[in-house]
């Protein structure tokens, strides 16, 4: 390994989440370091986001509380999208996350199946779900969300199986804006004309950025990027996406999307929605050990061993010009 002198190069996938997917506060340079802090102000529910990310030993930390950086739009009780009444009686609630992934992802391998929980991190520190529900069936279509397309589970953990409406990189509006009927489609409308590709949401645990759903898509202009799913099968080459609603950009970067598509003035999800599974290795202290069983990944560490690393770890780090994952 190269020691700490140049940052990665302009294209790298390290250095592009870093400086769109979590805006560090100066530029990635020569011997550069990476610290981002976010405090909300107080939201209508009487709590306050509060998100630390750092950069140390080629892993990306992310600290939380969980809670979103907008005020959560009236309710999320209401008709799914397949007409189903769902009167979620959960609340949000402050959470002690503490997620870790790579700088540089490890290489592109066969899926690793998602488990049922957070398998990724929003830009503002709430955490992205895959597409199911917890008793396993299509949560998108059951259960229903508030307008900034967010629901707390049983446990008060607000989080996003699909595209968040409100969340920092999904269009140029603001929060309120993006609540009001048409806005967002018509800012994605934009977005297509302007042949502007959508900037980061935030990070899946393997460290690809996830992207909205505007992209440049196989071989052809910027579009609303299509997945290759017929209901909620995998069909090889039927869209723009691989079977982890991903796909490498024509600057060698690796990203998942979200997926939509326009109807009139609604923004609706198509399944896959985030990411059903990992394009590479996940960082394993992300998960409890059940769902590492279920992803079928062998790792004999701690979460607590991360949360002294976290806390130990110094502000400003030298980022070496070529790191390994950190793990084999």
């Known amino acids: ?84 009444w769902d009167g979620n009686p959960n609340s949000i609630g402050e ?17 690793v199946p998602t488990p049922l929980g957070p398998v990724g991190v929003a830009q503002n520190g709430v955490p992205f779900y895959d597409p199911r529900a917890a008793e396993g069936a299509d949560a998108v279509q059951i259960e229903a969300f508030d307008a900034c397309c967010g629901h707390p589970d049983g446990s008060s953990r607000y989080h996003y199986h699909q595209f968040p409406k409100c969340c920092a990189g999904a269009s140029s509006l603001g929060q309120l804006a993006a609540t009001q009927p048409g806005s967002v ?42 997945p290759s799913f017929r209901g909620t099968t995998y069909v090889e080459g039927s869209g723009d996406l691989d079977e982890c609603n991903g796909a490498l950009g024509p600057d060698g970067v690796y990203r998942y999307h979200a997926t939509v598509y326009l109807d009139g003035d609604d923004v609706v999800p198509v399944y896959p929605y985030i ?37 130990n770890l110094p502000v400003a780090t030298p980022v070496p010009d070529d790191l390994p994952p950190p793990y084999e």
């Open 1 to 84: 390994m190269r020691g700490g002198g140049r940052g990665p190069p302009r294209n790298h996938p390290g250095r592009v989440l870093l400086e769109e997917a979590w805006r560090a506060s100066q530029p990635l340079q020569d011997g550069g370091t990476f610290g981002r802090e976010l405090d909300g102000p107080p939201l209508a529910c009487g709590l306050r986001a509060k998100t630390r990310a750092r950069l140390g030993d080629g892993v990306v930390l992310v600290k939380s509380n969980g809670v979103p950086d907008y005020d959560v739009p009236a309710t999320w009780k209401g008709y799914s999208r397949s007409g189903r």
């Open 95 to 111: 959470q002690d996350y503490l997620f870790a992934f790579p700088l540089v992802p490890g290489p592109p391998g066969p899926p």
């Open 185 to 226: 489609a018509a800012a994605l409308r934009q977005q297509l004309r302007d042949e502007r590709p959508s900037p980061p949401l935030g990070a899946a645990f393997d460290g690809h950025p996830i992207h909205g759903p505007v992209g440049v898509g196989r071989g052809g202009p910027v579009r609303l990027l299509r």
């Open 275 to 311: 990411l059903p599974a990992y394009r590479s290795r996940p960082d394993p202290r992300n998960f409890p050990p059940h769902a590492l069983r279920q992803m079928g990944i062998t790792y004999d560490g701690t979460k607590e061993n991360l949360h002294r690393r976290f806390r």
